[in-house]
């Protein structure tokens, strides 16, 4: 879903809408906490990236969506966009808890002016935050029939401003052009959605990478989004700290794990009981009376004599021994090798903890989240979730995270063109960037 029309309010300052139309050229740009993913994409009955990147970024650069460091982010930008074919005019996603969805029924209008009126007026009760520190934007979907005649369905979103141009100061720093700003989950419906004729109910998207963004659509309008949790880059940070080892050897950590593997019993402890203690010292004592008794005598043998005055002379004096010491060369002991510094391993139990316990977090969010949208007004029953990100690639996570929620888990393979991600990048963490590049779903 787009959101191809600005509020003209004096509210709206930036000069950007959220999810402008812009051409075939734009580069989606994701920026999550950990990494950031640019996308070049084409639709052509079907969504696929026909160029892609990432790259990695400090602990706290972005921390639950929100930029921190500009500085830090511009720089890691520059060198995204150094040489990888990428053009530098982009479309940015946003996905934090500063970001607001309504939907709004209105009475029907057809003048844009109006309409913008109308939703400006609205947005005084529904945005829960000071209106002149937010950027709004709106999307009408049509009339529908409702008990109280015909209505017009409206989409209002809001973004705090500080936030965005937080965002959009890194992106000029790095020299690229913001053509818009989209929400995230807007994004990964494009991306994700599949037309079947059977379907029926609502479908749960769930992005789980840098952070856990969650969307809830019917077809391709989303109803409902939310930022759910900390994602795997929080599920890192807890396993550096649990290890004592970096950061980025902790993410690498994550994505190696294996959720559908067994875990390996602990081998059980030989424990020896009392009375087969007792029975053993027994017999030992048993055996050496015995043998005493066999000896006739004492069973601990005499020291042999030793002749002192024989092993003195063999000993070097101690002329020939610092004559020794003075030979051995310098650089030698200076260059000796020393044993080196191992560092601490984040054990197999430890990866599996700390993925578990991510799966138990985000499931009791994401069964929230359901919750709730159930109880509004317009809420519905989802059908299940479709799961992207980089969990996609580790083992057993999809099953994990069915069972934790009883809900069925699907994944959606996102088309990637031959030699479009370089470097080995995964095609399940470019969801949201190629959807940002898309104009729009395909039909």
Same mark, same amino acid.
């Given at each position: 879903? !787009? ?34 993913? %640019?996308?070049? %994409? ?123 141009? !937080? ?30 004729? /059977? ?74 009981? *009392? ?17 005493? /008794? ?9 020291? /042999? ?15 020939? *021994? ?16 020393? %044993? ?8 197999? $139990? ?59 888990? !699907? ?10 991600? /370089?470097?080995?990048?995964?095609? *399940? ?7 940002? $590049? ?6």
């Amino acid at each position: 879903m !787009r959101l191809p029309s600005s509020l003209p309010s004096p509210n709206l300052k930036l000069g950007l809408s959220l999810g402008r139309r812009s051409g075939a050229d734009v580069v989606g740009l994701d920026i999550q906490p950990g990494f950031v993913a %640019a996308v070049r %994409a084409r639709v052509n009955g079907s969504i696929f990236a026909e160029r892609a990147a990432t790259i990695s970024l400090p602990a706290d650069t972005v921390r639950d969506g929100e930029v921190l460091d500009d500085a830090t982010l511009a720089e890691a930008l520059k060198e995204l966009f150094a040489s990888n074919g990428l053009g530098k005019r982009v479309r940015v996603g946003v996905a934090n808890q500063r970001t607001v969805l309504r939907t709004l029924e209105l009475p029907p209008v057809t003048d844009q002016k109006e309409l913008a009126a109308a939703v400006a007026f609205q947005a005084q009760d529904q945005v829960p935050m000071p209106l002149g520190n937010a950027v709004l934007d709106f999307h009408a979907l049509g009339i529908i029939d409702t008990p109280a005649g015909p209505r017009q369905k409206v989409v209002l979103v809001a973004a705090q401003r500080d936030m965005v141009e !937080r965002l959009l100061s890194a992106v000029r720093q790095a020299g690229l052009t913001a053509e818009g700003v989209d929400l995230s989950a807007f994004a990964l419906i494009r991306s994700l959605y599949r037309h079947e004729p /059977e379907q029926t109910g609502r479908v749960l998207y769930l992005n789980v990478d840098g952070l856990s963004n969650l969307a809830i659509a019917e077809g391709t309008v989303c109803r409902f989004t939310r930022v759910v949790g900390s994602g795997l880059e929080g599920m890192a940070v807890e396993l550096a700290e649990r290890r004592g080892i970096a950061l980025a050897d902790a993410r690498a950590r994550l994505l190696e794990g294996d959720l559908s593997a067994p875990p390996e019993p602990a081998p059980a402890p030989v424990v020896e009981s *009392h009375e087969s203690l007792e029975s053993f010292a027994a017999d030992a004592g048993a055996g050496a009376d015995e043998d005493n /008794e066999l000896e006739g005598e004492s069973f601990i043998p005499e020291p /042999e004599p030793v002749d002192l005055a024989a092993e003195a002379q063999a000993l070097p004096s101690v002329e020939e *021994h610092e004559s020794r010491e003075l030979e051995m060369s310098y650089e030698e002991l200076a260059h000796s090798p020393a %044993a080196p510094e191992v560092a601490p391993e984040a054990s197999d $139990a430890d990866v599996l903890t700390v993925l578990e316990n991510g799966v138990r977090d985000i499931s009791g969010e994401v069964r929230n989240s359901l919750d709730f949208h159930r109880s509004q007004e317009g809420g519905g029953e989802v059908s299940h979730v479709v799961l992207s990100g980089a969990a996609q690639d580790i083992p057993g996570f999809a099953d994990a995270l069915q069972l934790s929620l009883g809900v069925e888990v !699907r994944t959606v393979e996102l088309g990637v063109a031959a030699g479009a991600a /370089e470097g080995g990048v995964s095609p *399940h963490r470019l969801a949201v960037a190629t959807g940002l $590049a898309a104009v729009e779903a395909p039909q």
